[in-house]
């Protein structure tokens, strides 16, 4: 019987987009435009009939080959790249609410993304009802019947603090709302949000993701029809991934499964069965021998099967 491919495979050789020469680096398309070979061609790939590329603001093979990953990864539907992280977050927010909608969102998130609820998604009409504790009660507590989008960040930052990812999920399937899962943390090695129920997972792909601080990009990953959403918001804000960012990204995923088993490991054989230095801390370090376990109650699967 066959032996399903591991996470480190499909890191490498999944999706779908092949270069015609059959390098076995992807190429980078640096172009801005594609040719065409007529004019109604290039009429059909700008209303999306079709297939082909039109434009790199419209999506690009090498930046499209990062999404595929992602999706497979993270098991979504699709994906969407972006220039930054909070080019991901603040287009999948903009992209699922509307002027009279109401978002339920933990203080303790990273500050960018408490800043654009704070200050920038109420002067769309949306209102924001921000929480202080992370546990299911707290967001059941704050929910309203214009209750559109529960946001999580777990593990959160600075904080480290983990949410039950299921619990949630559940509760805005409930109240007709969408969630909306900030994974950067964690990575899809050590959680995937969607298989617990969440619509939509972002990340800043500056992070793990990429892995040699030499890219600055997010994603988004989820069902198909918020993507698709999300699609039109980032090609009328802008915040594009260029290809050279996004083949940085496709190398960085190449490593991802052995740096992030080796921070796992690592945490785990430094501060296992004793305190941090200096006393009690939100540490993601000392942190990790308990916190998998907490995950893991919470729907985050932490400890992996082998890479391959």
Sequence with gaps: MSKSP?????????????????????????TTTFQFDSMAEGARLGADEGSGWYYTRWGNPTTRLFEELMAD?????????????????????????????HVVCPRAVYQATFTLFREVTPKHGVEVTFIDAVDPDAYERAVRPNTKLLYIETPNNPLMQVTDIEAIAAMARR????????????????????????????????????????VTAGVIVGRRDLIKRATRMLRTLGPVLDPFGAWLLVRGLRTLGLRVERHNHNAAGRFSGRPPAGGEGSLPGPAVTSRSRRCHQAGARIWRDPLV
């Design 175 to 214: 109240i007709g709302a969408v969630t909306i899962a900030d994974n950067t943390f964690a990575s899809p090695f050590n959680q995937t949000p969607i298989a617990q129920g969440v619509d939509l997972v972002v990340h800043s792909a500056t992070k793990y993701l990429g892995g040699h601080h030499d």
């Design 73 to 101: 990864l993270e098991g979504g539907e699709d994906a969407l790249a972006t220039a930054s992280g909070m080019g991901a977050i603040s287009t999948a927010a903009l992209a699922v609410l509307e002027p009279g909608a």
């Design 6 to 30: 591991g996470f480190q495979t499909r890191a490498i050789h999944g999706g779908t987009v092949r270069d015609p020469l059959k390098s076995v680096s992807p190429p980078i398309y640096q």
